[in-house]
């Protein structure tokens, strides 16, 4: 085993306690898949997980602001592992060397709801990939409820080496394909608020404010996915219509 020069892509050093294998493949590849929500992103990242594993190879688990509110990786199919949760100050560097100190050598490792990451976040897993040699997969959702591109899945586009657009097509209610993650609150599409607000496409509950005294009243607040069409014009559908739809393509 050898270890990286500091001075040798690593120019800060972070990763310079990391061994690496002198048969190693020349550097790891940063991929990111990315769909709506529903399209089985989740599912998709637990697969590979687990055809890693079975494999011999040794990966770790991250995600950011799972919809379960807890450190995992859930799937609305019902499957589910822990995951080390990466906060807005994680150094994904120093967090993999740690695990190195530790004896934990890594092979893969696998980020879901990776557009929360930041843009620095993003540049730290090219730098793992480059340097450590570790295959690194994300997944995540393109844009916001605006229709606007997460700054990390943002820098996702312009760094991975491989952009895959998950397989499963997700439906409006119109039957077209939805692209677009409207978030809704008490049957309307909102277009203005936190660009982070983790609910599932179940209805969920939160606070709104009021103008009138007294507590926050409570709103329902859900996402569904839309074709362009409709998500301009804020068109639900049919009241039944309140999940997006799948297709295999």
Not at 7 to 30: E, I, N, Q, T
Not at 120 to 139: K, M, S, T
Not at 162 to 177: D, K, M, S, Y
Request: hydrophobic share 40%; charged share 25%; with cysteine.
């Amino acid at each position: 085993m050898t270890l990286l020069d500091p001075l040798d892509g690593d120019p800060d050093g972070a990763l310079a306690a990391v061994p690496v294998a002198r048969r190693a493949p020349a550097r790891g590849l940063l991929r990111f898949c990315y769909g709506p929500m529903d399209c089985g992103k989740s599912t998709l990242a637990l697969q590979i997980n687990h055809n890693h594993a079975r494999q011999g190879r040794r990966g770790l688990l991250l995600v950011r602001h799972d919809r379960s509110g807890e450190p995992r990786i859930s799937s609305r199919i019902g499957i589910a592992r822990q995951a080390v949760e990466v906060d807005a100050d994680t150094d994904l560097r120093r967090l993999v060397v740690g695990r190195w100190a530790a004896g934990d050598h890594l092979d893969y490792l696998i980020v879901d709801e990776a557009q929360f990451l930041s843009p620095a976040q993003v540049e730290q897993l090219a730098e793992l990939a480059d340097e450590v040699r570790v295959d690194v997969y994300c997944f995540g959702i393109a844009t916001d409820f605006r229709s606007r591109l997460f700054p990390g899945a943002r820098r996702l586009f312009e760094l991975a080496d491989e952009l895959q657009p998950v397989q499963v097509e997700v439906l409006c209610w119109c039957g077209a394909p939805g692209r677009f993650n409207a978030r809704v609150a008490d049957g309307e599409v909102l277009r203005e608020g936190d660009t982070v607000v983790v609910a599932d496409t179940v209805a969920e509950v939160v606070e709104k404010e009021t103008s009138s005294p007294g507590p926050p009243e409570a709103a329902t607040v859900r996402y569904q996915v839309l074709c362009r069409r409709h998500f301009r014009l804020g068109d639900l559908g049919p009241t039944a219509a309140r999940h997006g739809q799948l297709r295999l393509t």
